[in-house]
């Protein structure tokens, strides 16, 4: 799964085996937010 850590703003892999925790392997941190793509807006004509 692709998650980023909220301070230092790396990309870090979350592997569930040996499950101890979520953190950031680099700074510590424990708030991350999942990596997701942007979303195109689509634009529909009102009838």
Avoid: F, S, W
């Amino acid at each position: 799964m692709g998650y980023y850590c909220l301070r230092c703003k790396r990309p870090v892999e979350i592997h569930n085996a040996g499950y101890q925790g979520v953190r950031c392997p680099y700074c510590g941190y424990r708030a991350l937010k999942k990596d997701r793509p942007t979303v195109v807006v689509k634009k529909v004509k009102a009838v």
